[in-house]
């Protein structure tokens, strides 16, 4: 089952501008991550953020946890035309199974216009 | 360049076809995974491999049949496919130091 819900579903910002893409999530997690995937193509990982983390910067990017709210947001600052693309946040909790796996949430899309 | 190679990119069968998709990767890690996506939508989990062994499957139709011969090969046999099955199939191998995945490119089914 999907557990990260993302907001907004499409946004479309100009160059230059900063984007922030937020994501809801139910259960306990162990690490909370961003994918990002340009249309057709595989996903790429951007940033991991533990669950005894609150805020991550790599590049551009900055990431916040709050886990008492169960939720992350994803900021790109001073983006670009080639941050066009999907954004997914993804929850990485412990199943029954004994496994680590990770569940998606239903993604941003994100176009950023030149 | 992604290290996680999918074969082939595109396939295109029939319902009563029998085909396999392929995954490759030389990283070392050892956990395996198959998703499937549709388009606008975010990759739903299919199977995890973890040592060679199939460790979850998420209750996926046995017209899927998944197969790790060895630490660097994943496959997903494929047989009387629906044409809902159309989508792209993602190969993921996981880090399981940092929990990251790494994705291939996909091969993109389209079932007739």
């Known amino acids: 089952s999907q557990q990260g819900e993302e907001d907004p579903q499409a946004l479309s910002i100009q160059e230059g501008e900063n984007a922030t893409m937020n994501c809801s999530y139910k259960?306990?997690?162990?690490?909370l991550q961003w994918y990002r995937q340009n249309s057709g193509r595989g996903l790429v990982h951007l940033i991991l953020i533990r669950s005894n983390e609150r805020e991550k910067h790599s590049g551009r990017l900055r990431v916040t946890l709050d886990t008492s709210k169960k939720s992350s947001s994803l900021l790109i600052t001073a983006s670009r035309a080639a941050d066009t693309a999907s954004y997914f946040c993804a929850t990485d909790a412990r199943g029954d199974s004994g496994y680590s796996t990770l569940t998606f949430g239903k993604g941003t899309m994100l176009l950023v216009s030149p | 360049d992604t290290e996680v190679t999918q074969t082939p990119k595109h396939l295109v069968m029939g319902m009563t076809n029998k085909k396999s998709l392929k995954c490759e990767q030389h990283m070392g890690h050892r956990a395996m995974y198959w998703y499937k996506q549709k388009a606008k939508k975010p990759p739903e989990l299919m199977f995890v491999?973890?040592?060679?062994?199939?460790?979850i499957n998420e209750s996926v139709p046995s017209r899927f049949s998944p197969e790790c011969p060895n630490s660097s090969l994943l496959n997903l046999h494929l047989h009387a496919l629906q044409p809902e099955d159309s989508a792209l199939y993602l190969c993921a191998i996981q880090d399981s130091n940092t929990g990251e995945l790494f994705f291939g490119e996909g091969s993109r089914l389209t079932v007739l």
């Open positions: 491999y973890s040592y060679e062994k199939l460790s």
């Open positions: 259960t306990s997690i162990n690490n």
